[in-house]
């Protein structure tokens, strides 16, 4: 009830957002994720714990007294009306929203969200066995209404039961359901689910073409990067890097790097050591956990790559001409640091996103990992045929004009550049 509460409080400014001619910020793709993902974790429990107990209804079965039959089904049925009532105040909302509703209905693996998340709990809410089921408990409800008042002056807990009961919303609409009513809003919400079925074949098509041509020419390159397999610059670079930091790459040698607006043609993550993630206690958090052998291995740059988002060591990372690491202009605390590791591993696993739309989460792009893990930033975004864009340009972007972030290692032409870095990175972004 409190959670419902708390969610609902936001969802007009949830709406706000949507009608902005703007991408979503980071930070609300993260609190929407975690937000719906906590609501889920709490809604299913609690429906098939009352969906186990329908013995309360059929009397004859059980030798239990009829105090406890009527209180059993008080119990079941001020859970169910408090389902309905987070469905319609939060699930329903969202489904009347057409971006909001496709963005939720896209999986996204980092927050264990299904496909179609909306529709599957619409058919859970809508059975038929489940309408059916809650009508008889109201029909039991009602019929020991007097008796129930009359015990609840005595009785806290059923007094607050009742009070649940009619305070509901939904528990008006239910005691008059159609069924019929039901059924046309099954069909409704699958009307929804069809044009975003059908946004998403355009999307799944873009995204292979895009992919295809990608994969075509992703693996041609003239030659080596000139800063590739030289160990003492490695090794250099090793101990200079800090847990956060973004790396930032340009392979002029590839095909791929010419496809990429700007001058920087990719960006990572560094995660961070194993010492580096105990020291501010995120090693045994259970996201970390699941990659303790990678870490251990040295695979400590979190990427999206043609072939998906991974870990991989600073040497796969370093087949190229320039490197630009940035971090944080002002110290990130612990906390925040923990939270910027933990959104950038939520990425690791998922597909590479040929079709750079910062708005969709089930698939990514190398920059959209940097957007995603640093959520308290403004980044900037280009609207490019319809959707949101985030390149590595604009996220290097951030460290020009005393912005969030800072250039603190620039190498050009396979030399470090000691002087002058910030002014020659600006260049050369310029000139492209």
């Known amino acids: 009830l409190v959670f419902r509460e708390t969610i609902a409080e936001k969802l007009d400014r949830v709406n706000e957002l949507t009608e902005q001619e703007k991408p979503f910020p980071p930070d609300f793709i993260d609190k929407l994720s975690q937000s719906l993902q906590r609501e889920v974790d709490l809604m299913r429990p609690v429906l098939a714990n009352a969906a186990r107990h329908g013995c309360w209804i059929d009397h004859e079965d059980y030798q239990v007294s009829d105090a406890i039959k009527i209180k059993g089904n008080l119990i079941l049925l001020a859970t169910l009306v408090s389902l309905y009532d987070e469905y319609g105040t939060v699930f329903a909302v969202i489904n009347e929203n057409d971006r909001l509703r496709r963005f939720i209905n896209l999986a996204d693996s980092g927050y264990e969200r299904d496909e179609y998340l909306l529709e599957s709990l619409t058919d859970m809410f809508v059975d038929i066995d489940l309408l059916s089921y809650v009508s008889d408990l109201i029909e039991k409800y009602q019929e020991h209404e007097v008796l129930l008042n009359a015990k609840a002056q005595d009785d806290i807990n059923i007094y607050y039961l009742i009070q649940i009961i009619e305070q509901s919303k939904s528990y008006p609409r239910l005691a008059e359901l159609d069924f019929f009513d039901a059924a046309n809003y099954r069909r409704k919400i699958r009307r929804n689910v069809t044009t975003d079925t059908l946004r998403e074949i355009g999307r799944s098509v873009v995204n292979g073409l895009s992919g295809g041509f990608s994969n075509a020419v992703g693996d041609y390159e003239e030659r080596k990067g000139l800063l590739y397999n030289d160990k003492e610059v490695e090794q250099f670079i090793d101990s200079q890097l800090q847990m956060g930091d973004i790396l930032l790459e340009k392979t002029p040698f590839r095909l791929t790097d010419s ?124 609207s490019v045929v319809g959707r949101y864009t985030i390149s590595p ?11 969030s972030l800072e250039l603190v290692l620039f190498y050009h032409d396979g030399k470090p550049i000691e002087n002058g870095q910030l002014q020659l990175m600006e260049d050369l972004m310029r000139q492209e």
Request: charged share 25%; proline share 4%.
């Open 393 to 403: 340009d604009n996220i290097a972007i951030e460290a020009l004009d005393n912005g």
């Open 259 to 382: 496809m990429i607006p700007g001058h920087w043609g990719h960006a990572a993550i560094w995660v961070g050591t194993e010492a580096e993630l105990k020291d501010i206690g995120l090693w045994y958090h259970p996201l970390v956990t699941r990659y303790h052998e990678e870490i251990k291995r040295g695979e400590l740059v979190a990427e999206s790559l043609r072939t998906g988002t991974q870990l991989s060591p600073l040497s796969h990372f370093m087949n190229i001409d320039d490197l630009g690491v940035i971090r944080s202009r002002q110290p990130l605390t612990d906390a925040e640091m923990r939270d910027t590791i933990i959104l950038a591993l939520r990425q690791i696993g998922k597909e590479y996103d040929f079709n750079f739309d910062v708005e969709t989460t089930d698939k990514i792009v190398c920059s959209q990992l940097v957007y995603l893990a640093y959520n308290k930033i403004q980044w900037p975004t280009e």
